[in-house]
């Protein structure tokens, strides 16, 4: 038995892990590679999708995925309040406007009538953004319906391995034109930093993978130009040509073999991750005063896994979370808080002027939300520390 400190998310590597990264060390190729486009194929097999184009992080993926959707200066986006940044910011690095619209505390999620009120007071939004918090995908096939006619980039960036409620894996193409996972640490599976877009669109993919390398094409068919040395309409070995503005959001050969490894566990971690959530659930389920959204079994079924929340009413208990998250801390219990509603964080507050009363959603959510230790390297008597030391925590 060990007291190591736990984290709310930590990633797990195996010596496989480890030797699958030294044998591309060891290789020709240490950047973008064979080894990527193999991870690449690997993942759109995965989630059902036919293109996959890995990148450096997720926020890069939401990057070039606005790039691709067509979003510049003046575009209108929609994201939900409750996310990381990076939803939000992606819409601004490509000089769009990101709407911020709320959420429901119980599903941590925009429900579809609020997208569809929010598109019918901004009727020229060209993109909608819906974040699977925590991992779980909520009423996708519905928001589809009521975004219909906008691009939507779904922010999977903690979905990596779960599934729509119609039970088709998310990032297959069915609610959404792109698809964003990330495969930071935390995250079901890791590639240290890193990222993919799927899409079933080869325009969207061209686009996505132009983007990510400094706007480069290099395929023979999308050339415009012609050097002079091309023959007919083959261009030479040599020759490139950028089209567009584009970054370097490449990922390595080194991260992508990491991410190959980790793919084969995918089932195990998140399997693994369910049985906790699952226990945590039941053992939870008795305190006043606390709620434990997507509890269903049925969604514990479908999510990935990323997060576990409980939203407790702090007030009610007559306490803090503060003083809750350092009794656990105490504990050797980490916490988190996921996430500052985005309307708050200054830089957006000050571009969209709006005010906390704007979001009762978000803030009804904010107040109470703390994050859990759950990740796949737990073990049964951790868990029970985390079990016994939260149960302590918020019992009146
Ligand atoms: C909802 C959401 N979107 C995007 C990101 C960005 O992911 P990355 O760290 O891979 O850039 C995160 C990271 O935590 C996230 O939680």
Known sequence: ?????????????DDDDIAAVAAVLRGEMLTTGPVVEHFEAAIAERVGAKFAVAVNSATSGLHVACLAAGVVAGTRA???DITFVATANAVHLCGGEAG???IDPATIATPPAVWAGALAAAPDTRVVMPVHMAGL?????AIRQATAGRIVIEDAAHSFGGMYADGKPVGCGAHADMSVFSFHPVKPVTTGEGGVVVTNDPELARLLRLYRSHGIERGADHMVARDEDATGNSPPPWYYEQQA???NYRLTDIQAALGLSQLGKLDRFVGRRREIATHYDSRFADLAHVEIPHADPSERARSGLHLYVALVDYAALGTTRRAVAERLKADGVGTQVHYIPVHRQPWHRDRLGTSNADYPGAESYYRRCLTLPLHPGLTDEE?????????AAVSA
């Open 1 to 13: 038995m060990t007291n190591r400190f736990l984290s709310y998310g930590r990633h797990w590597i």
């Open 78 to 80: 929609l994201v939900p």
């Open 100 to 102: 911020i619209v709320d």
């Open 137 to 141: 995908a909520v009423e996708s096939a």
């Open 245 to 247: 503005l584009g970054l």
């Open 383 to 391: 868990v029970e520390r985390v079990v016994a030391s939260f149960r």
